[in-house]
């Protein structure tokens, strides 16, 4: 599977660790951008970015952030076939319901709210979980 990696300034720190660690762990990571710590970036250039290929590329995974990763799902989501779950820390629980009830393929992280090892949790857990299949699910994500 493929997973790319996007976000900002804020989200910078977290997706270098997050990206050497995800390598060294054999998943197949393209990183995006930002590619320098630039306070003066602007989240959507990456993500919008990513979305797109991950819309493009059935099976594959984005995994964005900033300082919320608020904005960031909100930007992936405006990609026709991108469901983007945010989280922020807190249960995990979330991060699985994202994926089995709805399909989610990015991953939206609020890198001022979590450590590097509830951020890899999260995305291990994402990229781990399938979605159930279940007919009142598929209705649903079908509407949008």
């Known amino acids: 599977m493929k997973i790319y990696l996007a976000g900002d300034h804020a989200f910078f720190e977290l997706k270098e660790k997050l990206a050497a660690e995800l390598t060294a762990r054999d998943h197949h990571v393209e990183d995006l951008g930002s590619h320098v710590l630039d306070a003066d970036d602007d989240y959507p250039d990456t993500v919008s ?9 059935p099976g594959s995974f984005g995994i964005v952030g900033g300082g919320s990763g608020q904005g960031e799902a909100m930007v992936a989501n405006r990609t ?14 979330i991060v699985r319901l994202a994926r089995e009830h709805n399909d989610a393929n990015v991953l939206s992280l609020g890198a001022r709210f979590m450590s590097v090892e509830e951020a890899l949790e999260a995305v291990e857990l994402f990229l781990g979980t399938a979605f159930s299949g279940d007919a009142r699910h598929i209705r649903r994500i079908e509407k949008f």
Request: glycine share 14%.
């Open 80 to 93: 026709k076939g991108i469901r983007a779950a945010v989280f922020y820390g807190g249960p995990m629980h």
């Open 49 to 57: 970015l990513c979305a797109a290929r991950v819309a493009r590329e």
